[in-house]
């Protein structure tokens, strides 16, 4: 009876091995090719709440207050959430909705040379709805514009790790 506890420890031990083996690692976040990046968000944005939460925890990457301190500074150009109607009810009641949302940026150095030029990124969900669920619904379309919103950051981080280096900022 003791052979079945050494054999189930044998197998996770196999697996663990083979796991490691064959270069599975779960996908972080890349590196950014600058020290300093000035995010010019507006103060009460959700994506630079969230951009601002993961340039810090993710990222070698510091932020800093001014543009003038910044090897690179990321402009956002536009920042838009909308919602159209796209299918009515017999009755001519919305059904159904298309939730959007658009982010344009791009990404200057310090000389204003532009290093990811103007970027419009746009995410879309549908959501259907009934007369009786409108407070779900509400709850479910605020979830919606979460998931979107920390996509979009992913998405935009993972652009930004693709820009092309800049040189050190000068030391003050």
């Known amino acids: ?14 697996l663990a091995l083979a796991a490691a083996g064959c270069g599975f690692k779960l996908r ?6 600058f020290e300093t990046l000035y995010a010019g968000f507006a103060p009460n ?3 630079g709440a969230d951009f ?41 009641r919305p059904r159904e909705y298309q939730l959007r949302l658009r982010f344009g940026f791009r990404l200057v150095d310090a000389q204003g040379a532009v290093l990811i030029p103007n970027t419009e990124l746009l995410l879309r969900r549908d959501i259907t709805t009934t007369d009786t669920q409108v407070v779900a619904k509400e709850q479910e379309e605020a979830i919606l514009y979460r998931e979107m919103q920390s996509d979009l950051v992913q998405q935009m981080l993972r652009r930004l790790a693709a820009a092309p280096a800049v040189a050190p900022a000068p030391a003050r």
């Not at 993961?54 to 090897?71: F, H, K, N, W």
């Open 52 to 92: 601002r939460r993961m340039i810090r925890v993710a990222s070698g990457t510091r932020l800093v207050d001014r543009p003038a301190d910044a090897q690179a500074r990321l402009e956002v150009l536009n920042e838009v959430r909308e919602k159209e109607t796209v299918g009515f009810s017999s009755t001519g």
């Open 1 to 14: 009876m003791r052979r079945r506890p050494l054999l189930a420890g044998a197998a996770a031990l196999v």
């Open 45 to 47: 944005s959700p994506i």
């Open 28 to 33: 972080g976040t890349a590196a950014l090719p």
